[in-house]
């Protein structure tokens, strides 16, 4: 696999998953059935549990989406 230098910007992920490198931090960012994940790693630690994880359902985008 080939690393790709991104600069601040719009991006799509048409597989729906993605690696990204932030100074210290590996995030992984995948879809779900039910929405989508952000889990964070220490760069160095990526076999281990995440250090830090969030989640949005699709049900509550759409939600806020009709207010």
Request: glycine share 8%; proline share 1%; net charge negative.
């Amino acid at each position: 696999m080939t690393d790709i230098n991104l600069k601040d910007g719009d991006y799509i992920l048409t597989d729906g998953n993605g690696w990204f490198q932030i100074d210290g931090f590996a995030i992984r960012l995948h879809r779900t059935d039910e929405g989508v994940i952000a889990d964070i790693w220490d760069n160095a630690g990526e076999q281990d549990s995440p250090i830090a994880s969030t989640y949005a359902f699709t049900a509550d985008l759409e939600q806020e989406e009709e207010t």
